[in-house]
């Protein structure tokens, strides 16, 4: 016997108004809003598609303008060169604006001095002032470490500042100003000599002169302190504010250290450098 429960495909019933006008005008209709739906989707996409297109063809455009820009000489005449800067300026972004800048600064310095002025491209420009800006901070950071060193291993003090009489022929305003340092040997090691920087400056921290490397022969074991009674001989015109009694504040630091066992700290050396890349001239 058959089970009732066989297996049975079944027939798909149709909709009951599938053969009515009614729902032939409603596929009809539902038809034309899906075409129409994909209509708009595709014109949606093809408007994003433009919008993306003229977007970049405005990037492409900028870049392109700023490239011509980098590309363009500068004038060799300081007025022109400045108002072509000026011109060009908005063409460039912040960080080229602040690197032309100090290359100007430094071409017209050069231009000051009689140097005459490359022929250079913004570019050019832009490049070198870069990788001088680079080679200088390098530098500085040499500097710093060999000072940091210099001035952890030795302490150095003024005392005892006060004006004196010069001898005859010494200087012209007949005045020295005479002062004692008095250094201390903080480091493990024997100092057999080193090089001292001292400043003159007024209490508003205006420079009035200065002693680049003032040279001193040791030795000077671990914890030993030394003097060393100093003058500094008064020109009647370059140091009038001395000379007058004026208020003078004396800082000395160490920029060399000569060690006895052979090794050397030499901040003064990077300074040297610092200072010849500052009158570097500019081809």
């Known amino acids: ?89 908005g063409k460039l972004s912040e960080e080229e604006r602040r690197v032309l800048a100090r290359f100007l600064t430094r071409l017209q310095a050069q231009e000051a001095a009689g140097v005459a002025v490359p022929k250079l491209t913004v570019a050019d420009a832009i490049e070198r002032q870069r990788a001088y800006d680079k080679e200088v901070g390098e530098v500085q950071k040499r500097i710093q470490s060999g000072l940091d060193a210099a001035k952890s291993a030795m302490a150095v003090n003024v005392r005892e500042q006060e004006l004196v009489k010069s001898d005859a022929g ?9 002062y004692v340092l008095e250094i201390v040997n903080r480091d493990k090691r024997t100092v057999d000599a080193m090089g001292v920087r001292i400043e003159f400056r007024d209490p508003s921290r205006k420079y009035v002169a200065a002693i680049p490397t003032l040279e001193l022969k040791g030795p000077l074991t671990t914890g030993e302190k030394g003097r060393s009674i100093q003058t500094l001989p008064l020109d009647a015109t370059a140091h009038k504010y001395i000379v007058d009694g004026g208020v003078i504040q004396i800082s000395a630091y160490p920029t060399q250290i000569a060690y006895a066992d052979g090794e050397k700290i030499d901040a003064e050396k990077e300074l040297k450098l610092l200072e010849s890349l500052a009158r570097a001239k500019i081809e």
Do not use: N
């Open 170 to 178: 010494k200087s012209t305003s007949g005045k020295s100003l005479r």
């Open 1 to 89: 016997m058959k089970s009732i429960f066989a297996a049975r495909r079944p027939r798909p019933e149709p909709h009951p108004l599938e053969a009515t006008t009614v729902w032939k005008e409603y596929q009809k209709a539902k038809q034309y809003q899906q075409s129409k739906s994909a209509s708009a989707r595709r014109k949606k996409i093809a408007f994003i598609a433009l919008a993306a297109l003229a977007l970049a063809g405005i990037v492409v455009a900028i870049v392109l303008v700023a490239g011509r820009t980098r590309e363009q000489m500068l004038p060799p005449d300081a007025k022109a060169r400045s108002e072509f800067v000026d011109a060009q300026s």
